[in-house]
């Protein structure tokens, strides 16, 4: 197969980084793997499955190579677990003289395809089965197709400050200026399912710091009936306001439907710790902890062991948000300006437009009176039909609190009236399974948790919400 190109995304040996000055080339750092394997792991590039997730990939060679680099590579064949779909296609340099004469499975020494399969049903903790060079061969061209197919059918858009406009534009020349960071280029590496729910949940205006994905795995600390959980993917996204872990609900190889994501945030203004845990052989622990004016939150997120090096990595770039590094980091110090006036309130499921109409003017006339002094940037509405008691609820953000408030004509008080100086961290969900935006709030040495769920085709109206809230919750913790 010809032109096949692999991005490598973690490096199983010793590597080298270098950078080029003025032509020069300077060695920046040597990485040593936490525990050492045979092999790199990438994805193939311009090449996905139906459901857009990204074929994976073990490069074999006679060095490894630094995450990023793009490799041509020559294909030997797969390895699947359950179903047709291969867990991982086998591939090897073009450009290494040592792998020239290795052209399918039957040509690799005994010795390396026995380490390569301990290592990789150790981590999956399944078996592993060897698919006929043309069986990969014929996988690799379909996906390929699909790739091919999905760009054609994407229409063109003007693109959010941290998305590059190409994949493979960075730097080359000292003459050049790079307008993106390394973790806005590693945004297509991601699986496409997952640079879609990226895509939904980041602001224009964010920067990508740092980007961990993590894949499928087996946890070391959550049990259930007896049998370890097993964990999707998900993604650990560090930008310039707030830490992001996205997981998806449902993988796609149990439907053929993409049933959404929960994100949870945490904003870097109520930073208030963090540490990496070993609590076994093959897994490490990222804790941070949130401050909130009721006291403090943790939160725990597992990775495969191999991800420690790049857990310290990102915990640098964390470290000049600690309280005791305040001083050291850029801050929000103000809100924009409000919105004037409000978006009218939606109702997806309405039919007659005139009683939307009405209730949409009761609350602005009741939000002139109630928050004369008080700017409101976001609201979305619970309309009747979803409430128990027939009365539509809105969601309202304020410079100071998070409400939940009645048709005014009901003529009764607030259901909900929170500071935000009380949250530690949000979390988004969006999906057909279930919506919500979750409040995580400390008091007196426990964390409530407030789920406000929503429908999921008012999804739109409080996503908005979600955002101002969020900013809001940075702005009260910097004391604005």
């Not at 379909?142 to 760009?151: D, I, S």
């Not at 939606?346 to 008080?374: G, H, Q, S, V, Y």
């Not at 409400?403 to 008080?413: F, G, N, S, T, V």
């Not at 040495?445 to 429908?455: D, K, M, T």
Request: aromatic residues 10%; proline residues 8%; glycine residues 6%.
């Amino acid at each position: 197969m010809e032109n096949l190109w692999l991005t490598v995304r973690s490096a199983g040996r010793v590597y080298a980084r270098y950078r080029l000055e003025e032509g020069q080339t300077f060695l920046e750092a040597v990485h040593l793997p936490e525990r050492e394997c045979p092999f790199d792991a990438g994805t193939l590039d311009n090449a996905i499955w139906p459901d857009g997730e990204a074929l994976h990939a073990i490069l074999l060679g006679a060095v490894s190579h630094s995450p990023g680099t793009r490799v041509a590579v020559r294909l030997l064949g797969a390895l699947a677990s359950e179903g047709s779909r291969p867990d991982w296609f086998v591939c090897v340099p073009e450009a290494d003289p040592t792998t020239q004469g290795w052209h399918s499975p039957n040509d690799l020494p005994h010795d390396l395809t026995s380490a390569l399969l301990q290592i990789l049903e150790n981590e999956e903790m399944v078996a592993l089965r060897w698919l006929a060079p043309e069986q990969a061969e014929e996988m690799v061209r379909e996906a390929r197709r699909n790739y091919r197919l999905l760009q054609k059918n994407t229409p063109p858009s003007s693109a959010p400050a941290w998305k590059p406009a190409d994949r493979y534009g960075g730097v080359t020349d000292f003459t050049e200026a790079e307008h993106y960071t390394a973790a806005e280029y590693t945004f297509f590496q991601l699986p496409y399912r997952f640079q879609d729910y990226l895509g939904q949940h980041l602001s224009d205006d964010e920067r990508g710091l740092y980007a961990l994905w993590r894949p499928s795995m087996t946890s070391r600390l959550q049990k259930r009936f007896f049998k370890r959980t097993r964990l999707n993917e998900g993604v650990l996204f560090l930008t310039t306001q707030r830490l992001i872990y996205l997981v998806e609900l449902v993988p796609p190889d149990r439907s053929g439907v993409r049933y959404g994501f929960r994100a949870v945030s945490g904003v870097l203004e109520r930073l208030h710790a963090y540490e990496i845990l070993r609590p076994a052989e093959h897994s490490v622990v990222l804790q941070t902890e949130w401050e909130a004016r009721g006291g403090v939150q943790s939160l725990r997120w597992e990775f495969p062991l191999s991800s420690l090096s790049a857990l310290r990595e990102l915990l640098s770039l964390l470290e000049p948000c600690l309280p005791q590094n305040a001083t050291r980091a850029l801050r929000r110090a103000t809100w924009p300006l409000p919105p004037d006036p409000l978006p009218p309130l939606t109702d997806p499921a309405a039919n007659d437009p005139a009683p939307l109409r009405e209730l949409d003017a009761r609350f602005r006339r009741w939000l002139d009176d109630e928050f004369a002094d008080e700017p409101v940037y976001a609201w979305a509405l619970w309309p009747a039909w979803e409430k128990e008691d027939g009365v539509a609820e809105a969601l309202i953000v304020t410079q100071n609190r998070v409400l939940i408030a009645a048709d005014p004509a009901a003529k009764r008080l607030f259901r909900m009236d929170l500071p935000l100086t009380d949250i530690a961290a949000l979390d988004f969900q969006a999906s057909i399974l279930g919506s919500a935006i979750t409040l995580h709030i400390p008091r007196g040495g426990e964390v409530e948790e407030v789920r406000l769920s929503f429908p999921y085709p008012a999804v739109a109206a409080f996503r908005s919400a979600y955002e101002s809230l969020r900013r809001g919750v940075a702005l009260a913790a910097w004391g604005a």
